[in-house]
């Protein structure tokens, strides 16, 4: 699987190579002030995907040999997206049965997790000030809805459309459970229970794995 970045004229024109690498790049996000690129790439089929980051000039054209910002990161970062300032990057990823956004800052490659819960973030937007945000949210007992955050960091719902829906049924949340398996590696599950559980009685399971 090879995918690279390219850039044209805005005037037109054949379109240059940006990347040519043995893997697949993906989401260029030029920064605000138009001279750095970020991206994600990923070496090969199945390998771990990384956040880099490389000097360009007003042609696109890179300037500096890029550079990896997730390297020693377990995570798979998501599409990057630059803070105004254009000093850090946000990007959504996966962590246990959640999905958050986290910050990597440039210039002492910290990554942090930026929002927290027991929640699926998606579609995230921001003003052009960083003060605002949108984005969708969905947990085990609610399909998405609409949130924002406003400047004083105060979260808001926009929207109901599911709340009609979730009065006609009951909706079972899931346990969280962990085990080992025999390389040592750590493993985590759901559990979710029939509706009407009683504890001790016997029940099929259904299992959904993957990998």
């Known amino acids: 699987l090879t995918r690279n970045i390219y850039a044209v004229s805005r005037e037109g024109g054949e379109p240059r190579t940006l990347t040519d690498n043995p893997g697949s790049d993906a989401t260029p996000t030029v920064s605000p002030d138009g001279r750095r690129l970020a991206y994600i790439y990923i070496a090969e089929r199945g390998a771990p995907l990384d956040l880099l980051v490389v000097d360009i000039d007003e042609t696109g054209t890179f300037q500096s040999e890029p550079r990896n910002l997730t390297a020693d990161w377990d995570l798979s970062p998501g599409e990057p997206r630059w803070t105004p300032g254009g000093d850090a990057i946000r990007f959504l990823a996966f962590i246990g049965g ?47 809805e ?4 406003d400047a004083s960091g105060e979260e808001h719902k926009l929207t109901s459309f599911n709340e009609k829906w979730l009065a006609e049924v009951t909706l079972v949340p899931p346990e969280r459970i962990t085990w080992t398996v025999g390389d040592g590696t750590g493993v985590e599950g759901w559990l979710i229970k029939p509706l009407g559980y009683v504890a001790g009685q016997k029940y099929p399971m259904i299992l959904k794995i993957h990998g």
């Open 98 to 144: 959640n999905r958050h956004v986290f910050e990597v800052t440039l210039g002492d490659g910290r990554i942090r997790q930026v929002t927290a819960g027991d929640r699926f973030l998606g579609d995230v937007s921001t003003s052009d000030d960083g003060t605002v945000s949108a984005y969708t949210v969905t947990t085990p007992l609610m399909p998405a």
């Open 146 to 149: 609409l949130f924002m955050t």
